[in-house]
């Protein structure tokens, strides 16, 4: 595993320089150092505090990465050096948290790194598929299309997931606003109501029975409610960090009825467009799989990417051992095969990723008509059936009023 170390140089004309390098060891460390005519001085391994210290700062997003992207690519483009490309975005990104991170890429730079070994040392802020492709770029010297294509592929990843975003939001704010009154009228309500009843007495219905039972409990038992809860969330998370766990949750999400079909969708087209992305900057396909199968968001197509990495090592093309995996359509097996014969894999793989978006955003759309007037009968039944429960009794009420009158 590579470690940062920390040297101190002198240079041709006797001129102090500090800086940090990534490294295997400290050797290697003075042997690069040596190689470009410095002479070392000092050099100490250390522990990275930049990424600790910017956790408890602004977030960075894949909008400002997004920005930095297409701006660091515009001006690479335009002739600018990297270093004094990466000084201006510093000067000009809105987030200061961003900044830091940028001056501290242009101080490695500098320092004589390479744009991606800057960035590996940055892993918790740019992702696996950045540092490889940026790597990719250099090493074909077309930094500024890496860029770019980088800033397209995170803003298409970042308009579906907005738009399965914006359609849920209204439905999930209804059921919780619906869970929420029909909560307050059974701890608020139902007790006024229970105590004129016993005041008139009479028998009072199953129904109506049944809502005072479960009034009684949730004032009562409170606590049970809440701490069930707690747990519950509490074992989800535990397990969810598991492997098995994880595996298990996602297969599960999968299987889920109308939903675990656009779960699927989603997953084929991030897998799609982030494959393209990497075969069209130049990444091995080996190194690309990899990646793939770190950024899937899915356990279940994880695990299969892995295993048919596994296979295309051992000589497999890429499409025959994703066919035994019933996660990806026959469609897409079929298109991968047919772009690995022709030579263009990143081609079709766009395509792929473009026709399930489209399926995504058709999917979502029809399931926001849909759940609209399903959510409406909901909050009818669950409301008016404590409504309904409350004044069944007063048909015995009225009958006792009469009686007495």
């Known amino acids: 595993m590579p470690a940062t170390y920390a040297y101190k140089v002198r240079d041709r004309q006797g001129k102090i320089i500090s800086g940090a390098i990534e490294a295997e060891s400290a050797q290697a460390v003075a042997s690069k150092l ?52 990466l000084a201006i975005l510093a000067e000009q990104t809105e987030n200061p948290t961003l900044a830091e991170v940028i001056k501290q890429l242009r101080k490695d730079v500098e320092a004589g790194l390479s744009l991606s070994e800057a960035l590996a040392k940055q892993r918790k802020i740019f992702p696996p598929i950045f540092i490889n492709m940026v790597r990719a770029g250099e090493a074909g010297g077309v930094l500024d299309e890496t860029l770019l294509r980088l800033a ?126 990497l075969v069209a900057s130049g990444v091995p396909i080996l190194q690309a799989m990899d990646i793939v199968a770190d950024t899937a968001g899915n356990e279940v197509v994880a695990r299969a990417l892995r295993e048919t990495r596994a296979s295309i090592k051992e000589g497999e093309t890429i499409s025959k051992p994703l066919s035994k995996f019933s996660v990806f359509p026959p469609m897409v097996v079929q298109m991968i095969a047919v772009g690995e014969e022709t030579g263009a894999l990143d081609t079709m793989l766009k395509k792929i990723a473009d026709f399930y978006d489209e399926e995504v955003a058709a999917m979502v759309d029809s399931l926001t008509s849909l759940l609209e007037p399903l959510l409406m009968i909901f909050l009818g039944i669950v409301i008016g059936g404590i409504v309904i429960a409350l004044y069944l009794p007063m048909f015995s009420i009225i009958s006792v009023l009469n009686q007495q009158g």
């Open 34 to 85: 040596r190689s470009m005519g410095y002479v070392v001085l000092e050099i100490q391994e250390k522990k990275e505090a930049l990424s600790f210290s910017l956790s408890f700062r602004r977030k960075i997003t894949q909008k400002d990465l997004t920005v930095f992207s297409r701006q660091f690519a515009t001006m690479i483009n335009s002739g600018v050096s990297i270093t004094r490309a």
């Open 152 to 277: 397209e592929h995170f803003e298409k990843d970042a308009a579906i997931k907005a738009r399965v975003k914006s359609a849920l939001t209204y439905p999930v704010a209804v059921l919780v606003f619906s869970l929420f009154i029909a909560t307050a009228m059974i701890i608020f309500v139902v007790p006024t109501f229970m105590n004129m009843f016993e005041s008139l007495g009479g028998n009072l219905p199953a129904a109506t029975m049944m809502l005072v039972n479960l009034s009684n409990f949730m004032r009562s038992k409170w606590y049970l409610i809440i701490g069930s809860i707690v747990l519950l969330v509490y074992s989800y998370r535990a397990l969810n960090k598991t492997d098995k766990g994880k595996y298990f949750f996602d297969n599960l999400k999968l299987r889920l009825p109308v939903f675990g079909g656009l779960i699927k969708k989603m997953a084929i087209s991030k897998f799609a467009r982030t494959f393209s992305t």
